[in-house]
């Protein structure tokens, strides 16, 4: 008789569970890869320009390191310099316009001032499928395809 009872409270558990499944599923239906993607147009992909923003210390110089950078106003995390002195690579997909990039360079030692900052407006055109920054101790070159 305990075995009976066991087995019909699980099988009633799992009946109500899977009714509830059901419920739910008509209630709240998934959504098709169009509803989800709404907002990913075509026109909205044609219009995005992928971003690489790459740091270098400047290894022809001493003491010419790269300690703070920004992109449009967020901070990128810096790594230590390796033998290439790369500090950082990130990548952004982003709408035409003009962004703004500040970086803070460390001079010599003994030098005054001990840190200089640099801003450059980087634009980005409709026409531009990628832009390459390349940011090389006071140095900031831009290059589009």
Not at 5 to 10: E, G, L, Q
Not at 45 to 66: H, M, P, S, W
Not at 90 to 118: A, C, D, I, M, N
């Amino acid at each position: 008789m305990k075995n009976y009872i066991k087995i019909t409270f699980f099988f009633a558990l799992s009946f109500i569970v899977v009714y509830a499944s059901f419920l739910a599923a008509e209630k709240y239906p998934k959504k098709t890869m169009a509803q989800k993607n709404q907002y990913y147009t075509k026109a909205h992909k044609n219009t995005i320009v992928r971003v690489e923003l790459e740091v270098l210390d400047d290894t022809t110089k001493d003491y010419y390191d790269v300690i703070d950078i920004e992109f449009n106003k967020k901070p990128i995390n810096l790594l230590k310099a390796g033998a290439s002195g790369r500090r950082a690579r990130t990548y952004f997909q982003l709408e035409p316009g003009k962004y703004l990039l500040k970086w803070k360079v460390s001079k010599s030692g003994y030098g005054w001032p001990r840190y200089t900052t640099h801003k450059k407006i980087i634009t980005l055109k409709k026409s531009d499928k990628f832009v390459h920054i390349l940011v090389v101790g006071e140095k900031a070159d831009v290059t589009t395809s």
